[in-house]
C-alpha cells in the first residue's frame, strides 16, 4: 500500500531564516506530487506541483521554491522565511499520467507541517 | 477554469441531528467531485468521489452525496450527526488547465456538533 511522510510535524522558525521541509511518498512510482499550504482560517492553496523529477511548476509567485531530487521525494524550500509564510502545510500524491478517469485526480495526503515563523 | 463554492464555513448541529453541507461547482465539461474531511492538525482523508457512475455516492463514516447536474451542485449529508464527526469538510472538483490534473478546493466548512 502507499503512504505518504512528511517532516517535521512542527516546525518553529524566526523570520528571515531558511526553511527545508520534506515529503516522501512510498509504495507508488512516478506520482505526481503537490505542496499545499494553509493559512489560519483559510482553505487550501496550491503552491506547486511536480509530474516528475526536476519537472516543477508554480502556481503562486511567492517567497517559496520546491524542488524533487527524486521520484518520490519533494521539498520545500525558502532562504529567507516571511511572518506570512506561517500556516499548515500540506504534501499530496496523485496517480501519474492524465487518464481522464477520476483516479487521475483523487489526492493523497500527508500528515501536514505547522510552521510557526516569529 | 472551474470552481467550487461552498456556502457557510460554519455549520453547527445537534449530536443526532442531519448534517447539510452544501457544494456548488462551475465547470465547462462533465466533472469529477470530491468530498474531504480534516480533522485538527491532520491531512486531508477522502469521504467520497463521484466518477460518474452513479449521482448518489456513498462514502465512509455514513456520508453520502447526491451529484445534481440541473443545479451543479454536491451536497454532503450525514442523516445522524456524531460528535466525531467535528472537523473541516472541503468540495473538490477536477481541473486540467494549465496540462495536469488537479484539484479545485472550495474554502471549506467547519462543522460543529453539539450535545
Known amino acids: 500500500s502507499q503512504t505518504i511522510h512528511q517532516w517535521p510535524a512542527t516546525l518553529v522558525q524566526p523570520v528571515g531564516s531558511p526553511l527545508s521541509l520534506e515529503c516522501t511518498v512510498e509504495?507508488?512510482?512516478?506520482?505526481?506530487l503537490y505542496w499545499y499550504r494553509q493559512a489560519a482560517g483559510r482553505g487550501l492553496q496550491l503552491l506547486f506541483y511536480?509530474?516528475?523529477?526536476?519537472?516543477i511548476s508554480s502556481e503562486v509567485p511567492q517567497n517559496l521554491s520546491a524542488s524533487r531530487p527524486q521520484d518520490r521525494q519533494f521539498i520545500l524550500s525558502s532562504k529567507k522565511l516571511l511572518l506570512s509564510d506561517s500556516g499548515f502545510y500540506l504534501c499530496?500524491?496523485?496517480?501519474?499520467?492524465?487518464?481522464?478517469?477520476?483516479?487521475?485526480?483523487?489526492?493523497?495526503f500527508g500528515p501536514g507541517t505547522r510552521l510557526t515563523v516569529t | 477554469a472551474q470552481s467550487v463554492t461552498q456556502l457557510g464555513s460554519h455549520v453547527s448541529v445537534s449530536e443526532g441531528a442531519l448534517v447539510l453541507l452544501r457544494c456548488n461547482y462551475s465547470s465547462s465539461v462533465p466533472p469529477y467531485l470530491f468530498w474531504y474531511v480534516q480533522y485538527p492538525n491532520q491531512g486531508l482523508q477522502l469521504l467520497l468521489k463521484?466518477?460518474?457512475?452513479?449521482?448518489l455516492v456513498k462514502g465512509i463514516n455514513g456520508f453520502e452525496a447526491e451529484f445534481k447536474k440541473s443545479e451543479t451542485s454536491f451536497h454532503l449529508t450525514k442523516p445522524s450527526a456524531h460528535m466525531s464527526d467535528a472537523a473541516e469538510y472541503f468540495c473538490a472538483v477536477s481541473d486540467e488547465s494549465g496540462g495536469y490534473n488537479k484539484l479545485i478546493f472550495g474554502a471549506g466548512t467547519r462543522l460543529a456538533v453539539h450535545p
Open positions: 511536480s509530474v516528475g523529477i526536476g519537472q
Open positions: 499530496a500524491w496523485s496517480v501519474p499520467g492524465t487518464l481522464a478517469h477520476a483516479s487521475s485526480y483523487e489526492q493523497y
Open positions: 463521484y466518477t460518474s457512475a452513479a449521482t
Open positions: 509504495g507508488t512510482s512516478n506520482p505526481n
